[in-house]
């Protein structure tokens, strides 16, 4: 599958998960109106410190789309599926596109329990009470747990390098372990560093 792709550190896309975009740059306009013209999908990937994309990524189906009368696209993706880059194509346009293969997520509910999902926003309380970050997690608590983990994944300020691997995780029990290890670790460093300003 060929697919555009548009490499943008930080702005994780997950299966299942929305993420806007405001898209002003000329490559990138014209990256969208390639992928109206044909099946309305992006490739959301990131790349690392020396430019070169990562291998996985995040396929966005483009499900709404407005035009500002200064020229600029207001559009929001679905995340559909993970792909990995086969390769990068010859250079055809002002945008990049590559030859994907889909990748497959378990996800599989039964894995998961109430005591996990408690366990996971005891401790997403915890880390938004050490990073200060003002966010009510009632409004989150009855959505599903599938929902849950990738909300947080989406929103929370992890590092690139974090948002990769948890986009790289093949089955919804990784991603709530490997989500759970991220959380537990940004909490002891910032107590650390508390402590240490306090001292």
Do not use: W
């Not at 483009?62 to 194509?89: A, M, P, W």
């Not at 990748?103 to 998961?112: A, G, P, T």
């Not at 994944?153 to 690139?160: C, K, L, Q, V, Y």
Request: aromatic letters at 10%; hydrophobic letters at 35%; charged letters at 30%.
């Amino acid at each position: 599958m060929e697919i555009p792709i548009f490499p943008l550190n930080g702005a994780v896309l997950f299966p299942g998960t929305s993420l806007p975009l405001n898209i002003f740059e000329k490559r990138y306009l014209e990256m969208v109106d390639y992928a109206l013209s044909k099946e309305r999908c992006i490739g959301m990937i990131q790349s690392d410190k020396k430019n070169k994309l990562y291998n996985i990524g995040c396929i966005g189906k483009i499900h709404s789309f407005s035009e500002t009368t200064d020229g600029r696209y207001l559009i929001s993706l679905q995340g559909t599926n993970c792909f990995k880059v086969k390769k990068e194509l010859e250079k055809k346009y002002k945008f990049r596109l590559v030859e994907a293969e889909m990748l497959d997520f378990d996800e599989d509910k039964n894995i998961i329990n109430e005591k996990q999902k408690n366990d996971l926003l005891d401790k997403y309380s915890q880390y938004i009470k050490v990073k200060k970050i003002n966010l009510n997690l009632e409004e989150i608590q009855n959505i599903d747990f599938n929902q849950i983990i990738k909300f947080i994944a989406m929103i929370s300020p992890f590092s690139d390098i974090e948002k990769q691997a948890l986009l790289e995780t093949k089955n919804l029990s990784d991603f709530y372990k490997k989500l759970q290890s991220i959380l537990e670790l940004e909490i002891v460093e910032d107590n650390n560093n508390n402590n240490k300003t306090i001292n």
